[in-house]
């Protein structure tokens, strides 16, 4: 996991390492050259990537981003766990949400992210948040926990 971030950061540094040069290289302005054509063509593919990831075309975004060699200037990992945990919770299936919650239990904390609802959503959830012997493979145990992390 760490070499795949420190892969990613390297990719983006030289990425924009590419724009600083070009500019330096054209006396300020980024868009004389074919260089630059490619630099901006290569932005504009990492854009449509996220744009297709951020409107759920997980599928499309993948097969551009593999095509242009763009995996490690998207970030379609983290919109994968999140089609996977929100698929999960459609199919009454927590599990996957608890173990994200777990996972990175310490960036909410960092940022002050409370697992929270607030007003209507407290009477909603008790009524219509699945029990875990009939929907949820999470272990009665577990369910407490999940019913206080929502409170």
């Known amino acids: 996991m760490e070499q795949t971030q420190v892969a990613q950061c390297r990719a983006r540094v030289e990425h ?3 724009l600083a040069a070009l500019t330096a290289s054209s006396s300020g302005s980024a868009g ?5 054509r ?3 063509s290569k932005q504009l593919e990492r854009m449509l990537v996220d744009h297709m990831l951020r409107s759920g075309y997980y599928d499309a975004a993948a097969q551009l981003a593999d095509a242009a060699g763009l995996e ?3 970030d379609a ?3 994968l766990d ?7 919770l459609q199919a009454h299936d927590c599990a996957p949400a608890l173990a994200w919650c777990a996972t990175h239990a310490p960036r909410l904390k960092k ?3 409370r697992p929270s609802l607030s007003g209507d959503a407290h009477t909603y959830t008790p009524q219509h948040l699945p029990r875990p012997s009939v929907h949820c493979t999470v272990a009665r145990s577990s369910f407490p926990k999940a019913m206080a992390a929502v409170s």
């Open 72 to 74: 490690l200037l998207v």
């Open 16 to 18: 924009m390492g590419q």
């Open 77 to 79: 990992h983290v919109f």
């Open 32 to 36: 004389d050259g074919e260089e630059a």
């Open 82 to 88: 999140a089609r996977r945990v929100t698929t999960a």
């Open 38 to 40: 490619a630099w901006h």
């Open 111 to 113: 940022l002050k992210v």
